[in-house]
């Protein structure tokens, strides 16, 4: 196995830990992200609760696909995502530290999705 080939399979393997972490922690009704998607939405706490659970499901059904066969244009929505929910954390009060220590949620799906070749898509 070349050392690209190492390289992918590492970050895939990052990609798809942390969206299946997430991705649990949301279909268990996490109670801090519940609160911020009721506080960022203004969802009430049953319609915030159902947003969380399909998210969850989303997010593990990702981290199944990075593995088996990631896709570019899903990669670049793995980025956004990752972005997005390292950004949450400032927007409801967090430190700014919360938001950068989370840097490796987007930048690991960017990484893939610029090491994996197009004709693989």
């Not at 506080?39 to 199944?64: E, K, S, Y």
């Not at 066969?69 to 954390?89: D, E, H, N």
């Not at 938001?99 to 960017?110: G, K, Q, S, T, V």
């Amino acid at each position: 196995m070349t050392n690209e080939k190492k390289l992918e399979w590492i970050l895939k393997i990052g990609v798809a830990g942390e969206f299946l972490g997430h991705g649990v922690f949301a279909v268990l009704g996490k109670a801090d992200w519940i609160k911020w998607t009721e506080q960022l939405t203004g969802f009430d706490t049953a319609t915030a609760t159902t947003f969380m659970f399909i998210v969850g499901v989303i997010d593990i059904l990702l981290a199944i696909l990075v593995l088996v066969k990631p896709i570019k244009p899903v990669l670049l929505w793995m980025a956004f995502w990752g972005f997005w929910t390292a950004l949450v954390r400032p927007l409801v009060g967090m430190p700014i530290w919360d938001f950068i220590e989370r840097f490796a949620n987007w930048a690991a799906p960017l990484a893939l999705y610029f090491l994996i070749p197009k004709k693989n898509n």
